[in-house]
């Protein structure tokens, strides 16, 4: 049972952007943390961005900093990822993920995957 799907994934130049989006699918996630991470060919998953229940408070991974902006709407359950300057480098695949706002909560709900790729 799919619980997030994520959209917005595609091909773009090197500099272009894309905006990632997540949905909720079948229950609700507005008041879970939320998370992007992603998936490069031959890499493991990593943590890209992740934004808190309320959406006051964001946390990025070094490498996307000043470029990518996560954002939400709670109203329609839904998380962004706003990707500006892409580089080569940002080529994977991006999941969406969600958990309880609990100390220790890992993230243990996820989407499918969106495919990013930027062409140099």
């Known amino acids: 049972q799919v619980e997030l799907v994520e959209s917005g994934g595609g091909l773009v130049q090197a500099g272009g952007s894309l905006r990632l989006s997540c949905a909720a699918s079948g229950r609700s996630f507005s008041t879970f943390e939320k998370g992007w991470f992603r998936q490069a060919p031959g890499k493991q998953r990593e943590f890209v961005a992740e934004i808190s229940w309320s959406g006051s408070l964001t946390n990025y991974a070094d490498s996307v900093k000043g470029r990518f902006t996560i954002s939400r709407d709670n109203t329609k359950d839904i998380v962004y990822l706003q990707m500006n300057s892409l580089r080569p480098e940002d080529t994977a695949v991006y999941y969406c993920?969600?958990?309880?706002?609990?100390?220790?909560?890992?993230?243990?709900?996820w989407g499918q995957g969106t495919r990013v790729t930027v062409s140099s």
């Open positions: 993920a969600a958990r309880r706002p609990v100390i220790n909560e890992e993230y243990n709900h």
